[in-house]
């Protein structure tokens, strides 16, 4: 890929679009950045048709801009080289690659994977959907090191050539069909990254799921199967069930990468739940607060609230993303004493819910908080586990997470 005087538009300037405008400016091309909101940046035009229609030698997608608008497919029709962030850097990231993807768990297993390797002094680096973008590695990748990447659908829709080593799926169910419209788009897009794969890399799948298993149908490389009953790993510190296959996929990870099983179950016993996931937050007069503020499917919700026994206050809510809330009903009757429902979804939950489990209304994450805590009892847990996106109310899970920690806090100074 020839970037130097390339004509190049950088879209959408989160994270990721401001480091692969950077990189491309490093490299000598001519940078143009775009937004759909104005913004202070080196070279920036609000985003429009006209802009697009621009004799561009190359457009770079963040993963938070659908490859499908209409003036995309009118660029892709003139011929110009649409690529994602992962596919420009590909060419540039030096040392093996481990990529990991799935609907939940991607998280905390991607962490664990470079807590394993750097535990066992193996050279990483961590990075993609967390933390750095997989663009912003590139500098700092040497032919020795791992490159452990959590990697989402969004980044995988536009992904041709990016190869990993070793690729991981934890699962796939019901997610971001706002964005793909069809369960089969997303699937597709999972999909990717095992396709692109070539003979003598590997395959981590798990076995107890179906849409993982027919990957394996696509995929040349070798495949490694993973379950929750693998017992690889008898003592892991992370609560619930969904954690254990996280660890299981993990370790196979960390075998393949050749770490020996025992330095790899000594680092499990270190590792430390991450930020948002199941992360216990404080305990006060007997209430127990959890905040799973990166629960943005309902399965993360449902995986989150499997990992209690009973007593819960579910705060649920946030921007629907498509998705049917139905299916927690059972789960909420056995387990909670209430939904506290909040933001934009909060009718559609409702009405998905209704009947099952009684429903607070509450609008806001600082109203639910207050709710829950004054009606909880000594042994009762506070969940959050919204089951949608944040972007109603908050710029990220992040955000919601830092807020609903500090709403927490607040209770224990009142």
């Known amino acids: 890929m020839k970037l130097e005087g390339a004509k190049t538009l950088v879209v959408g300037m989160e994270k990721s679009g401001q480091a692969s405008a950077a990189f491309l400016r490093a490299h000598a091309a001519v940078v143009t950045t775009t937004d759909v909101k104005p913004l202070d940046l080196p070279g920036f035009r609000l985003q429009s048709d006209e802009l697009f229609a621009e004799p561009w030698d190359l457009i770079v997608l963040s993963p938070g801009v659908p490859a499908d608008l209409e003036p995309l497919e009118q ?18 990231l030096r040392g093996k690659t481990i990529a990991i993807t799935g609907s939940n768990g991607k998280t905390t297993t991607t962490s664990l994977v470079g807590h394993i390797l750097q535990s066992a002094k193996v050279p990483a680096q961590i990075g993609g959907n967390i933390g750095t973008p997989v663009i912003a590695m590139t ?11 959590e990697l989402s659908s969004f980044q995988l829709e536009t992904a041709r050539t990016f190869r990993a080593h070793i690729a991981v799926c934890l699962n796939v169910t019901q997610n971001h069909l706002d964005r793909h419209r069809t369960m089969e788009n997303y699937i597709a897009a999972k999909g990717n990254l095992f396709r692109m794969q070539l003979s003598g890399s590997h395959a981590v799948l798990n076995a107890n799921d179906p849409v993982c298993r027919s990957f394996a149908q696509s995929t040349k490389a070798q495949v490694t199967w993973f379950s929750g009953q693998d017992g690889l790993v008898t003592e892991i510190p992370i609560p619930g069930p969904h954690n254990v296959e996280n660890v299981m996929a993990a370790a196979h990870v960390a075998l393949l990468a050749g770490v020996p099983l025992d330095q790899i179950a000594a680092a499990v016993k270190t590792f430390k739940a991450v930020e948002h996931r199941l992360e216990f937050t404080a305990e006060i007069n007997g209430v127990r607060y959890y905040n799973d503020s990166k629960a943005t499917s309902v399965d993360a919700a449902i995986k989150a609230i499997d990992s209690f026994e009973n ?18 009903r059972e789960k909420l009757r056995n387990k909670a004493n209430a939904a506290l429902l909040i933001g934009a979804a909060s009718d559609k939950i409702a009405g998905h819910l209704e009947g099952a489990v009684p429903l607070i209304p509450c609008v806001t994450l600082d109203r639910a908080v207050a709710e829950a805590a004054a009606h909880a009892k000594p042994g009762d847990t506070v969940l959050l586990a919204p089951a949608c996106s944040s972007f109603d109310q908050f710029q990220n899970y992040e955000q919601r997470g830092h807020h609903f920690k500090k709403l927490v806090k607040d209770l224990n100074h009142a």
Not at 311 to 328: A, F, P, Q, R
Request: charge should be negative.
């Open 75 to 92: 660029a892709r029709a003139r011929g110009v080289n649409i690529i994602g962030e992962i596919e420009l850097a590909a060419p540039f």
């Open 139 to 149: 500098e700092a990748s040497r032919d020795d090191q791992w490159n452990v990447l």
């Open 311 to 328: 007593g819960l206050w579910v705060i649920l809510g946030g921007k629907d993303k498509g998705s049917d809330y139905t299916v927690m």
